[in-house]
């Protein structure tokens, strides 16, 4: 269980962890997509 | 030629230039006083100023140290002489040596004042006991300086938004230097019972630091300048 | 070539995540398994500690997050070590460099501020002014700027060769830092939390959170380093594609 007494700094601290990587990847993927669309598809090495 | 040649022809050119056009006299240093200025705005307090003054002497050189930096390869940049100097050969080792030396001299200059200045505002007292501690502490952090500006200015010379880009570069690097040369100045003028004993570990920081980034710099000031 | 051409019908997924493959795929999934398992563990099953009570849940995600940047760090210099060696020189190193860098600043960001959480907690304040933290802190600055200098322009083998010298010269920042500021304040915390003191239950969590974010680094830095690439096709064929557009426009 968790002891409330700081329990707003540990969820937070794993909301912020969690929510910056998950963020950086929303945003990581849109780059890509915007990339990706402007060229062939056969110009990637690794599919 | 070889590249202590060079230097000598780099840091005689970048001096005249700054001879002629008295850059360096005329905005460098009146910024650097007005800097120090703002301080006593800020802190308010005799007693405080005493007792921070040789922190707030390095702050406004690296301040400064940013503008100088910036106006050595405005110089360069302006009109590609830095590219001219790549495609007649010249090496890149002379010419790191040479911009070095040309922004060591403007350093020192600029120092003494800031210096002259501290006693005059802060009501600094330099002694007879840590002058030797004083001078070398201004010789090893000032050239560790000299090296970075260099390297770091030809880096962001030429690019786009460099103003911007140089402080953010540079001013995490000379954080050892900040902190190696104030507490070694605090020692030498005595700050809060400080004796210049307490000093001298610090010259060995910056000694190290101007040493590594001069060689650093020698090796790597080819490759950043390389268009 | 045809330039202008849409993704083929059979190529969906692909169209959505450009840089997926099944090995990614899988890699994605077993990161999230164990950010959830990191979740469930750390949150709920394990005890809290008997001196730092719920602060130490705190830790299971700051320890490894610290752990990944400094990680990504060191990625980063030897990938532009091996750019600047003229025998193993390919952008691919410079890509991989960049990717690292990016995770490595994002990590190192989410470390500063779970840190000073826990730190709010342990210490009352959150913020303290020794070594290891303001250390922390100058590489976090230091690695954007590294960036910024990688968006500075030019060709592709300039930024790759500027960047790799300025990742070197942050490698020789790193350690005067370090020292200058481990002796401006030479009293510095001790080790909070000693090896000893953590039960079984609350070494698996943190067992868990360091194999689940390195899981999540592998992955987020093979798709980053991959956008790098799609990013850099992109600037080559720049120059073909407006002229193509243009042609099509008129």
New interface residues.
């Given amino acids: 269980m968790i002891a409330m007494l700081h329990a707003p700094y540990v969820i937070g601290s794993y909301v912020v962890t969690l929510g910056g990587i998950a963020l950086y990847t929303v945003g990581m993927f849109a780059r890509a997509r915007k990339a990706a669309k402007r060229l062939p598809n056969e110009e990637r090495p690794w599919s | 030629m070889n590249a202590w040649g060079i230097a000598r022809l780099v840091a005689a050119k970048d001096l005249r230039v700054e001879w002629r056009s008295r850059i360096l006299i005329n905005q460098v240093l009146p910024f650097a006083t007005l800097v120090r200025v703002m301080f006593a705005f800020a802190l308010d307090n005799d007693q405080t100023l005493t007792r921070v003054a040789p922190g707030l002497v390095w702050l406004a050189t690296m301040f400064s140290l940013l503008v100088v930096v910036q106006r050595s390869f405005a110089v360069e940049t302006a009109d590609g002489a830095l590219d001219a100097l790549q495609v007649a050969g010249v090496r890149a080792t002379g010419i790191f040596l040479g911009k070095s030396l040309a922004l060591l001299a403007q350093l020192a200059v600029l120092e003494l004042v800031l210096m002259g200045a501290a006693v005059v505002l802060y009501r600094t007292e330099v002694h007879a006991g840590g002058v030797v501690l004083l001078v070398t502490t201004y010789a090893a952090a000032t050239t560790g300086l000299a090296f970075v500006g260099t ?1 770091y200015g030809g ?2 010379a030429g ?3 460099r103003e911007t ?1 140089l402080p ?2 540079m001013l ?2 000379v ?2 230097v900040l ?2 040369a104030t ?1 070694a100045t605090e020692a030498a003028l005595g700050t809060e019972g400080a004796t210049p004993s307490d000093g001298w ?2 010259i060995g ?1 910056l000694i ?2 101007a040493a ?2 001069g060689v ?1 710099g020698t090796m ?1 000031f080819g ?2 300048i ?2 | 070539m045809n330039l202008t051409s849409s993704p083929s019908p059979t190529s969906g997924a692909r169209a959505k995540h450009p840089t997926s493959t099944r090995f990614t795929r899988a890699l994605g999934i077993a990161a999230l398994v164990g950010i959830g398992w990191l979740v469930l563990f750390g949150l709920f099953l394990s005890p809290n500690d008997r001196v730092q009570k719920t602060g130490v849940r705190i830790l299971y995600i700051h320890v490894p997050s610290a752990w990944l940047a400094y990680l990504a760090f060191g990625v980063t210099g030897l990938s532009s070590a091996a750019y600047l060696w003229k025998r193993t020189r390919n952008l691919q190193w410079d890509r991989l460099a960049g990717a690292s860098a990016e995770v490595g600043v994002l990590f190192m960001g989410i470390t500063l501020v779970s840190g000073s959480l826990w730190g709010r907690i342990s210490w009352g304040q959150f913020w303290t002014w020794d070594a290891r933290l303001t250390t922390t802190a100058f590489l976090f600055v230091t690695y954007i700027g590294y960036l910024a200098v990688r968006d500075l322009g030019g060709t592709h083998q300039q930024r790759a060769k500027r960047s790799a010298v300025m990742a070197l010269l942050a490698m020789l920042e790193v350690p005067l830092v370090h020292f200058s500021v481990k002796w401006w304040r030479p009293l510095h915390q001790n080790e909070t939390v000693e090896k000893g003191k953590l039960n079984g239950l609350m070494l698996f969590s943190l067992f868990i959170g360091l194999i689940s974010f390195t899981l999540l680094y592998v992955w987020l830095v093979i798709h980053r380093q991959r956008v790098l690439a799609l990013n850099d096709q992109v600037d080559d064929r720049g120059l073909d594609l407006a002229l193509a557009a243009r042609r099509e426009e008129s």
């Fill in positions: 390297l880096l962001a690019a786009k938004g880009l953010l570069l995490p690097v954080a050892p902190i190696g507490r570990p610090w920081l190290l630091f590594l980034f650093g790597a490759s950043l390389d268009e």
